[in-house]
């Protein structure tokens, strides 16, 4: 989807109500996943190392389809059960690589390019650049590493943004995350159903066609 001049925040609504998902829905579910991410990102580094390619695509098949159920809410997921799902996707080794994925593709939607410098304050502004904000906002927050995650206060310094600007930034960065990852996924489970790799879920007729 280009960003046609919509604001961060009206095409972040636009793209849940099109997905038929609800924003707050979304924010909820994903900002969940993100905090204890970035409590537990360390695990990551813990996890099992030495899984083959094989053993690694069945691990993101799996986490992939209940990520589609659980902010799809094609079944009811008990608040242990998405306890354990988050448990599941903290200790994953690649989970990174796909979170770095969906801040470019943030940051292009919204900005309508990818940069490749750090966020500068003095150059983006408060008001320039959101896509570049909202990216710089949920690495900062979730996404910088171990012992690396920043308050909200850190943040405003680091970069010289008011905390009434975090205040409005900052629900939109997670429900984009949410989103985008929620669409990512369903594209990636398409190509697999389609090529045979994992089975047709009973319910998948209904979401044929959302990505």
């Not at 099109?18 to 924010?27: A, F, M, N, P, R």
């Not at 991410?37 to 990551?44: D, E, V, W």
């Not at 099992?48 to 390619?53: H, Q, V």
């Not at 690694?56 to 998405?82: C, D, L, P, S």
Request: hydrophobic share 35%; glycine share 6%; proline share 3%.
């Amino acid at each position: 989807m280009k960003r046609k001049n919509l604001k961060a925040e009206d095409l972040a609504r636009e793209i849940c109500r099109q997905e038929k998902i609800g924003y707050e829905t979304v924010h909820f579910l994903a900002e969940a996943l993100l905090c204890r991410y970035a409590k537990g990102s360390g695990l990551a580094l813990k996890g099992p190392n030495n899984m083959s390619k094989e053993m690694i695509a069945k691990e993101k098949q799996r986490i992939r389809r209940r990520y589609i159920e659980i902010i799809g809410g094609i079944r009811h997921f008990t608040n242990e059960e998405y306890e354990n799902f988050i448990w599941d996707v903290v200790r994953c080794r690649w989970f990174m690589d796909k979170a770095d994925m969906i801040l470019d593709s943030i940051e292009e939607m919204v900005d309508g390019k990818v940069t490749t410098t750090p966020y500068n304050p003095r150059q983006e502004g408060e008001n320039k650049l959101q896509g570049k904000q909202l990216k710089t906002i949920l690495r900062l927050a979730f996404l910088n590493g171990e012992n690396q995650i920043m308050s909200k206060q850190e943040i405003c310094s680091e970069m010289e943004i008011s905390e009434a600007t975090f205040n409005r930034r900052y629900p939109v960065a997670v429900v984009l995350f949410g989103i985008l990852m929620w669409i990512y996924a369903n594209r990636r489970e398409q190509e697999d159903i389609n090529a045979g790799i994992v089975d047709r879920p009973p319910y998948y007729k209904e979401k044929e066609g959302v990505c």
